[in-house]
């Protein structure tokens, strides 16, 4: 569902939106935050499949970029061809941009676009005072929609209203110049039970913190498993309204029916049964944080609802004829996407952009590779203090084991296993071993001890850089979008040397 599709949005919403926008970047003060908002919002609004807001630093001329693909923020490599044109012409003409394909614009010449999958793109200007301080950019592939007209207006009201809160040069001086305290953010949220130290979890500290110091509503996008709740209740613990109750609710727990009296309350005698009246849980978490996990499964009915919570600030218990007014920060959470339930018209459109003020991305335990054996060793420690135990660290082909895999279930999943192990270890042994791991892993761990053993044998010389040379061509191939002009000027070889080298190595494009 776009806001184009059906005029609901610049009809009825658009206001109301930009203000809520407004509203929140007053609340910020830090660049880099403000940036993914700007980028991220963008992206919500509009529907695309790929946001990008490039700032340029006004006294170096050097630029920083911030580019979202679903909702989490990605490398960009493959699209700065489009990137770099779009935004060279929009800076040369001082005019926003706006294409429904274009690989056939004739505004650009040549095949520049061929191995990219974009075809719709629309970006503004980010500028203040006649001073340019960057682009905004939108992208959609060709399974996606088309940019329309309205759009464009609309990302231009956005951009309008973004520039001030990008306009101080001091800020994007220092950004290039200073990094930001890191090691001070986490060992802040070590404290609340948040562990890791990758780029990718730092990245959602950051948006954590800026988001705990505003007061708007908070939307966890991310796969089961990966501690949302844990998040919100962060968030909450660090906000200001810390001195408030936290109440969460797991949307996906509770039965239809009962979901208007769980939420709203109801009073004595409303249905049979009803011997003493109750209060709601969102009445309970009045002055705090109310976390609604899985948020997907509310019913049709009680979106109607929640969204005169929202509007109004109050509830009405069931059997009761007065409202109750309300002041709760709500904090949404989902492991599926809400943007496609909106489009099966299984959510309401109006009630998903009022949860999704402030998105926050929370990464798979699979990208965050540098924090598995952390993670693991805290768990270690915990659940030998809790059985009694003496085991103190994992043996190194258990620990390369685990730091190896997908974890489809996330961090849940490696608590899950840790305690599985724990549980096994007899109570005076000190290490945790191969000879613990439970049988339906025992296939998984040799097949990984067959790759190591692999990759420690010595073999020929040619034949390691064979398989080297494809892994590089490869790669390259692969972030150039298979377009090989483009490959081998970035990898400094002729056309003709690259084309002769795959035919040499085996190498073609998936799907040929």
């Given at each position: 569902m776009t806001p184009n599709s059906h005029g609901k949005l610049y009809s009825e919403l658009s206001s109301d939106l930009l203000v809520e926008f407004a509203r929140l970047l007053n609340q910020q003060n830090e660049f880099t935050e403000i940036i993914r908002l700007v980028a991220q919002q963008a992206a919500t609004f509009l529907d695309a499949e790929n946001s990008l807001l490039r700032m340029v630093n006004p006294h170096t001329r050097e630029t920083v970029k911030t580019m979202f693909r679903g909702g989490a923020?990605?490398?960009?490599?493959?699209?700065?061809?489009?990137?770099?044109?779009?935004?060279?012409?929009?800076?040369?003409?001082?005019?926003?941009?706006?294409?429904?394909?274009?690989?056939?614009?004739?505004?650009?010449?040549?095949?520049?676009?061929?191995?990219?999958?974009?075809?719709?793109?629309?970006g503004s200007l980010v500028k203040i005072e006649g001073v340019v301080l960057g682009t905004l950019i939108l992208l959609n592939s060709r399974t996606q929609k088309q940019f329309t007209q309205?759009?464009?207006v609309f990302l231009d009201k956005l951009a309008i209203l973004a520039s001030p809160y990008l306009r101080n040069t001091q800020k994007i001086q220092q950004f290039f110049e200073r990094p930001l305290p890191e090691s001070t953010l986490a060992t802040k949220y070590e404290a609340a039970g948040l562990l890791g130290k990758s780029p990718e979890f730092l990245a959602m500290l950051h948006s954590m913190e800026a988001a705990a110091r505003c007061d708007v509503r908070v939307m966890l996008e991310g796969k089961s498993g990966t501690g949302k709740e844990l998040v919100a209740r962060a968030i909450h613990q660090f906000s200001n309204r810390n001195d408030g109750p936290f109440v969460a609710i797991d949307c996906g727990a509770i039965p239809e029916n009962l979901f208007e009296s769980e939420l709203f309350g109801y009073e004595k005698g409303a249905f049979t049964g009803a011997q003493r009246a109750r209060t709601g849980l969102i009445e309970e978490a009045n002055g705090g944080t109310f976390f609604m996990d899985e948020i997907v499964n509310l019913p049709a009915v009680m979106q109607a609802k929640l969204m005169r919570v929202l509007q109004e600030?109050?509830?009405?218990?069931?059997?009761?004829?007065?409202?109750?007014?309300?002041?709760?920060?709500?904090?949404?959470?989902?492991?599926?996407?809400?943007?496609?339930?909106?489009?099966?018209?299984?959510?309401?459109?109006?009630?998903?952009?009022?949860?999704?003020?402030?998105?926050?991305?929370?990464?798979?335990?699979?990208?965050?590779?540098?924090?598995?054996?952390?993670?693991?060793?805290?768990?270690?420690?915990?659940?030998?203090?809790?059985?009694?135990?003496?085991?103190?660290y994992f043996h190194a082909n258990v620990l390369d084991f685990i730091k190896q895999r997908p974890w489809p279930g996330n961090i849940r999943e490696l608590e899950n296993l840790v305690e599985r192990l724990v549980t096994l270890t007899p109570v005076d042994t000190n290490s945790i071993d191969q000879s613990l791991l439970p049988p339906d892993l025992h296939s998984e761990f040799e097949t990984f001890l067959m790759a190591q053993e692999r990759l420690l044998e010595i073999r020929p010389f040619p034949e390691q850089m064979r398989e080297h040379e494809v892994e590089i061509l490869r790669r390259a191939l692969a972030a150039n979008g298979w377009h090989q002009s483009k490959t081998a000027e970035r990898l400094g070889m002729s056309e003709q040397n690259l084309r002769y080298r795959m035919k040499k190595l085996g190498i073609h494009k998936p799907g040929r």
């Open positions: 923020e990605v490398a960009g490599q493959e699209y700065d061809t489009v990137l770099d044109q779009v935004s060279g012409l929009m800076l040369k003409t001082g005019v926003p941009f706006l294409t429904r394909d274009i690989a056939t614009d004739p505004r650009f010449q040549g095949d520049s676009f061929d191995h990219v999958d974009i075809r719709s793109v629309v309205a759009d464009k600030g109050e509830v009405r218990p069931l059997g009761s004829n007065q409202t109750r007014k309300v002041d709760v920060r709500i904090i949404s959470a989902s492991s599926r996407s809400l943007r496609d339930l909106v489009a099966r018209k299984l959510f309401r459109e109006d009630l998903f952009y009022r949860l999704l003020v402030y998105p926050i991305y929370i990464p798979e335990l699979k990208e965050r590779k540098g924090d598995v054996a952390r993670l693991a060793t805290h768990f270690l420690q915990k659940i030998v203090a809790e059985q009694g135990k003496e085991a103190e």
